[in-house]
């Protein structure tokens, strides 16, 4: 069964880091794009980042130049460094990545989510 298993979330003090981490478990063919999207209360989902199979990046506006979005692909894991945080940063964070299950099937996975709460 394929799973996204993400880790790192937390509570920070604003201008504080953390760093997400979602890992692909289970049998998979190969990963095309992984990324972060993030949904605050009240609001709905939102793009965060995303990182392709080749390494190319973007960013949602709000957090160009204080987040990096990376990936190990030996590790099948993709990485979130928040710097910088701020409170309109506290939201549930879900991992993304579109999986070739096999040679000819290609769905998106999420995983559960994980807190980020930025607060004095």
């Known amino acids: 069964q394929v799973q996204l298993v993400e880790s790192g979330g937390g509570v920070v003090q604003p201008g504080g880091s953390l760093t997400l981490s979602c890992a692909v478990s289970?049998?998979?063919?190969?990963?095309?794009?992984m990324g972060w999207y993030r949904q605050a209360p009240g609001k709905q989902r939102a793009l965060v980042a995303v990182?392709?199979?080749?390494?190319?990046?973007d960013y949602a506006d709000s957090v160009r130049g204080r987040f990096t979005i990376s990936r190990d692909n030996a590790k099948n894991t993709v990485y979130l460094q928040m710097n910088s945080l701020q409170p309109e940063d506290t939201a549930v964070y879900y991992c993304?990545?579109?999986?070739?299950?096999?040679?000819?099937?290609?769905?998106?996975?999420w995983g559960q989510g994980t807190q980020v709460t930025v607060s004095s």
């Open positions: 990182i392709s199979s080749g390494n190319s990046r």
């Open positions: 289970g049998s998979i063919f190969r990963i095309s794009d």
């Open positions: 993304y990545a579109n999986l070739w299950i096999t040679i000819a099937t290609r769905r998106d996975y």
